[in-house]
């Protein structure tokens, strides 16, 4: 294929509409699970470029669950396009790249464990590309934007220059606040047991509808918006 810089790929995912970008070389996924390696997705794939699209924070603090519902749903429209579209660009310089869907369509799905995983995890490869450090909310927290932003990321045969791994801890060892505060009882600290959040995080409304109620562990992380960034009111 022809020449690909980094720069330029980042440059054009901001000029998208992105906030975040990063790159990981696919050797950092070698402890991936079986059938989750991105060379299972993309043989010959050599880069995982990862971006991410943040969330208005006040979002956090409406009465009603549908404006953050809005933003959430907005968001996964608009990070999916994004990398729709990058990976037509990259065919377009000869190369090959796929896009991994933000949310759903899952390609695995565990209706006992109400458990889904999409064909990579987002929030690892984010992690591989220097995006942030994982929370014990299981959440993505970067020190500039916080655990308020949405992921998406494009495959690629195209050997581009790397990031560096975050360097930062995302959590105080003693913090407990999001694993306390789970209605569902649902994080250990690890992981997430998405058959109790799934239980409450969403719910349809009268008119037929359906909204995500629940947004407590965003909301009590003390590094909810990064940690630079004034916080705002919570609750």
Known sequence: ????????????????????????????????????????????????????????????SASSPAAYTFVRNRLVDKVDAISFQIAVELEDLSGKAIPVPSSGPYDYWDSDRRHGQGIL?????????????????????????????WLSAVLTNAGLEPDPVA???????????CLDACPAGALDGK????????????????????????????????????FSQPQLNRI
């Not at 990981?24 to 699970?33: I, K």
């Not at 220097?130 to 500039?144: H, Y």
């Not at 360097?167 to 606040?177: G, I, T, W």
């Not at 037929?208 to 109620?213: C, L």
Request: hydrophobic share 40%.
């Open 191 to 226: 992981t997430i047991e998405q058959r109790k959040c799934r239980s409450i995080c969403g719910k349809s409304t009268e008119g037929g509808g359906f909204v995500y109620a629940c947004n407590v562990c965003r909301k009590v992380c003390p590094q909810y918006r990064g």
């Open 167 to 177: 360097s930062y801890q995302a959590c105080a060892p003693d913090c407990r606040l």
């Open 1 to 60: 294929m022809k020449q690909v810089n980094a720069a330029e790929i980042k440059r054009r995912i901001r000029e998208l509409g992105a906030d975040l970008c990063g790159i990981a070389p696919v050797e950092r996924f070698a402890d991936a699970p079986a059938g989750f390696h991105p060379n299972e997705v993309l043989i010959g794939c050599q880069s995982v470029i990862v971006f991410a699209a943040r969330f208005p924070a006040t979002t956090l």
């Open 121 to 149: 995890s987002l929030k690892h490869a984010a992690v591989r590309a220097g995006l942030g450090q994982m929370g014990k909310n299981t959440l993505l927290i970067n020190d500039r934007w916080g655990n308020l932003i």
